[in-house]
């Protein structure tokens, strides 16, 4: 059989998906639960059965499952939360809901498909040469009316402004890939400035990164990213010349709107850009004031940030610290480059890579000088407001810089993830979940932005949604670390103890591989819930000490009712500014204590 569907076919007797003729790579796994689902399309199939037909020779949990989802949906650039062919059924399963065309291929005794048409025309009979005329005549008739509404459609959405966008990665003309990070740095900018058009939603770099090699139509892309238009081009830099050449179309009608190019030096790269976003403001219909003169920037300074930039988007931390205190030591009145650092230190710190004590003090001088050199850079104060919350604990400071970030960047996903988390550290949870919802709406296709909208979910107690939140999420990216941590915690409050125990043991693993995995699982089959997080405890005791294993232990003990040992461990997170103490008063695990004297005080000493 090959099965059709899209632009794609799936073969079943050669094993393979091809698009174009061109053969796709896929593990076996992944395409062997493809045609599964092809097979069984229209209908739920439950986990389970795909686990016992797909994995029948290994004994895998449900996260293989899960991963090979996720593969399958890069591969055809499906949507989980408005697919096309893959529907996930929270909790359930999975249904295969494209339409489908099933070629059945038979061959003769010659080894020629027995379909294969004749080389001999043959004349249709007179009932069949009636029909088809009936057909065409009633096909041309639908034609005729499909034009008329699409006609009617062009027009009225030639009235209609343009209230959403995506900026596709700028392409990199330049023949060296070794520019790659000049051409995406050049996009992160570009989004930047685009996004200060008021009443414009700007979709956010991650999502957008995810076409940077498109294999889908612009219409598609608008209609997966949920934008009336996109705005695509290219960048070059050949010596001390940059030349951008940018068009905007209009998604809802295929319609080219506007296309220039734009060359001038390096140093004038930043006014290069506001031109840019003044020409995309006037063509969307929308009133982009004109931005503050910026200086010309200098091209050795620009280039340093633009590889921090692109270093910190592929989570290499180090380096891109490494690139941003280049930039800042080329020009030290560099503002872009401050609050770029001060954001990489924050994600250090969070990121576990360094001790919160040496990293937090220098990313809330950096982003201070941002604000003194920059009075409207938004990430400034994001990141400052981000350090105030989860380091200095600074609770009114931290509100007002984090609100001044937003409305700056108004379509900065970052900065509405951030203050999600300032408000459920302050015990407003529901807004929280309000926040982190608009952050995934302008990042849509960012596996953060996903993992901590479920993260956040479930600190409001809305445990289903948070599951099916972190389900997605998983499809997205193969974490176990940041995801299989929460999945455990869901399934303890839902009370399923033994997924709770399963999802934990392949988190623990993910950041502590030397541990006895196998003989913990032992523990808990053997002797059950406490006696699981006794050991779990004690094996941490001997581990490295790092910010956050005193909580680890700590909460290890709640389950346990060891109270003494559970408030003395938590008063070491505290002094190891350890992130997940600021969220304990949303945190389902400490509602049995929260009436105990020994609590309170540790909301006093984080000024909660």
Not at 254 to 261: E, G, I, M, P, Y
Not at 326 to 333: E, N
Not at 379 to 385: K, S, V
Not at 453 to 464: E, F, I, M
């Amino acid at each position: 059989m090959i099965y059709r569907f899209d632009d794609f076919e799936a073969d079943d007797d050669a094993f393979r998906l091809t698009t174009d003729g061109a053969a796709m790579p896929l593990e076996p796994k992944a395409l062997r639960l493809l045609l599964y689902l092809i097979e069984r399309r229209g209908r739920l199939v439950r986990k389970q059965e795909l686990l016992d037909a797909v994995w029948s020779d290994a004994a895998v949990s449900e996260s293989a499952l899960t991963r090979a989802v996720g593969l399958l949906r890069k591969t055809l650039a499906d949507d989980s939360r408005e697919p096309r062919f893959i529907e996930t059924v929270p909790t359930a399963g999975y249904r295969f809901i494209a339409q489908v065309e099933v070629v059945s291929v038979a061959h003769d005794s010659m080894g020629v498909p027995s379909g294969a048409p004749s080389l001999t025309p043959q004349p249709r009979p007179v009932a069949e040469r009636r029909k088809l005329l009936r057909t065409g005549v009633l096909g041309a008739a639908c034609l005729a009316v499909l034009a008329a509404v699409t006609w009617l459609i062009a027009s009225r959405h030639q009235s209609e402004p343009i209230r959403s966008l995506a900026v596709l990665p700028l392409a990199n003309l330049s023949g060296d890939a070794s520019e790659e990070y000049f051409a995406d740095g050049m996009t992160d900018e570009l989004i930047t400035q685009i996004a200060r058009i008021p009443n414009l939603h700007v979709v956010s770099r991650t999502s957008v990164m995810a076409y940077k090699d498109p294999r889908r139509s612009l219409q598609e892309i608008a209609r997966q990213l949920n934008v009336d238009a996109i705005a695509e081009g290219s960048v070059v830099r050949s010596g001390s010349r940059v030349r951008i050449t940018a068009q905007l179309i209009d998604a809802r009608t295929d319609r080219h709107l506007w296309a220039q190019s734009f060359e001038g030096n390096a140093s004038d790269v930043l006014s290069l850009q506001d031109n840019v976003a003044q020409q995309i403001a006037q063509q969307t219909r929308l009133v982009l004031l004109p931005p503050a003169a910026r200086p010309p920037v200098n091209p050795a300074a620009h280039d340093a940030y633009l590889r921090g930039r692109y270093f910190l988007n592929k989570q290499d931390v180090s380096h891109s610290l490494e690139s941003f205190e280049q930039a800042i030591a080329i020009d030290p009145g560099y503002a872009s480059a401050y609050a770029g650092y001060a954001t990489a230190l924050d994600a250090a710190a969070t990121f576990g890579i360094g001790r919160p004590e040496e990293l937090m003090p220098k990313a809330l001088a950096a982003a201070q000088r941002a604000i003194q050199l920059d009075p409207q850079n938004g990430e400034a104060y994001t990141a400052l407001g981000s350090v105030q919350t989860i380091y200095s604990w600074d609770w009114a400071a931290a509100e007002q810089n984090l609100t001044r970030g937003i409305a700056l960047n108004p379509n900065d996903a970052l900065a509405e993830f951030k203050y999600a988390i300032y408000l459920d550290a302050t015990g407003r949870p529901q807004d929280a979940v309000t926040h982190m919802r608009h952050a995934v709406e302008l990042d849509p296709l960012s596996f953060f932005a996903d993992r901590r909208l479920s993260a956040t979910l479930y600190l409001a107690r809305q445990y289903d949604a948070a599951l099916a939140q972190m389900q997605l999420a998983q499809e997205m990216e193969h974490s176990p670390g940041s995801t299989d941590n929460y999945l455990s915690l869901i399934y303890e409050q839902r009370g399923d103890r033994d997924k709770a125990v399963e999802h934990d043991l392949i988190a623990l693993h993910s950041y502590e591989p030397q541990l006895d995995m196998h003989g913990l699982l032992h523990e808990y089959q053997q002797h059950g819930w406490e006696s699981y997080w006794r050991a779990r405890a004690h094996a941490l005791i001997a581990t490295p000490a790092r910010p956050c294993i005193a909580y680890q232990i700590g909460v290890s003990d709640l389950r346990v009712h060891d109270l003494d040992d559970a408030f003395s461990s938590f008063q070491r997170a505290i002094g190891s500014h350890c992130y997940s103490m600021v969220l304990i008063r949303v945190d389902p695990l400490f509602d049995t204590v929260r009436q105990d004297a020994r609590y309170g005080e540790l909301l006093k000493r984080m000024h909660l």
